[in-house]
Every structure is written in structure tokens, then in C-alpha cells.
Nanobody, 124 residues
Framework: QVQLVESGGGLVQAGGSLKLSCASS????????MGWYRQAPGKRRELVAA?????????NYGVSVKGRFTSSRDNTKNMIYLQMNSLKPEDTAVYYC????????????????WGQGTQVTVSS
């Protein structure tokens, strides 16, 4: 059974930083890429960052987070990370990691199983 475990969320003031981590039970090499999704209350889940699984380590970001968020990975540990800087109240959401269909253009995967996510709350 596929397992994804996200961690690192918390409460932070606007302008602050957090680093999220995601541990996957499957090999990142076996995917087209991995991404960070988020879901704010009353909103649909959206893909905000993606990173390739190949040696290029290419990344892509949604407009709302570009320049503030950075995704990285450690394929040997099947871990991906999301460094979030200059956080804004509108970044408040539950953050999930999972596969993506494509990194560029950034395309969500067809996903049937999600981890529990990690809550990020940014106060103004």
C-alpha cells in the first residue's frame, strides 16, 4: 500500500518560513515527478510545486508561490521537501505531497490515495 507522510507544518507569522518534508513508501525514481499540493478551507486542492524524478532535478511552481517556495528531493531516501519563505496568510492550507503527471507544464497526477497532510497556518 502506498504511503506518504508529510510533516513540518505549523503556525507561523506572515513573512516567516517553514520547511515541509515528505516521506514516500515508493521509489521517487518510479514516478514522472513529485509535487506539493495544498487545500485551503472551502477550496479545491491545487498543485503548487513539482520536481522531476530524473537527474535534472527540474522544478516548476505555481504563480502564487513562485520565488518564495523551493522544492528539493533526496532520491536515496525517497524524500521530498518544500522550503517556504515569505509566507502569506493566503498560504494557509493543508499541504500534501504526491505524484504529478508532468512537471512542465505542471500537471497533477491521477491520484486515488493521499497522505494525512500537514497543516500550515500563517497569521497576519
Amino acid at each position: 500500500q502506498v504511503q506518504l507522510v508529510e510533516s513540518g507544518g505549523g503556525l507561523v507569522q506572515a513573512g516567516g518560513s517553514l520547511k515541509l518534508s515528505c516521506a514516500s513508501s515508493f521509489s521517487i525514481f518510479e514516478t514522472n515527478g513529485m509535487g506539493w499540493y495544498r487545500q485551503a478551507p472551502g477550496k479545491r486542492r491545487e498543485l503548487v510545486a513539482a520536481i522531476t524524478s530524473d537527474s535534472s532535478g527540474g522544478t516548476n511552481y505555481g504563480v502564487s508561490v513562485k520565488g518564495r517556495f523551493t522544492s528539493s528531493r533526496d532520491n536515496t531516501k525517497n524524500m521530498i521537501y518544500l522550503q517556504m519563505n515569505s509566507l502569506k496568510p493566503e498560504d494557509t492550507a493543508v499541504y500534501y505531497c504526491n505524484r504529478v503527471l508532468r512537471v512542465a507544464p505542471m500537471t497533477p497526477g491521477t491520484i486515488t490515495s493521499w497522505g494525512q497532510g500537514t497543516q500550515v497556518t500563517v497569521s497576519s
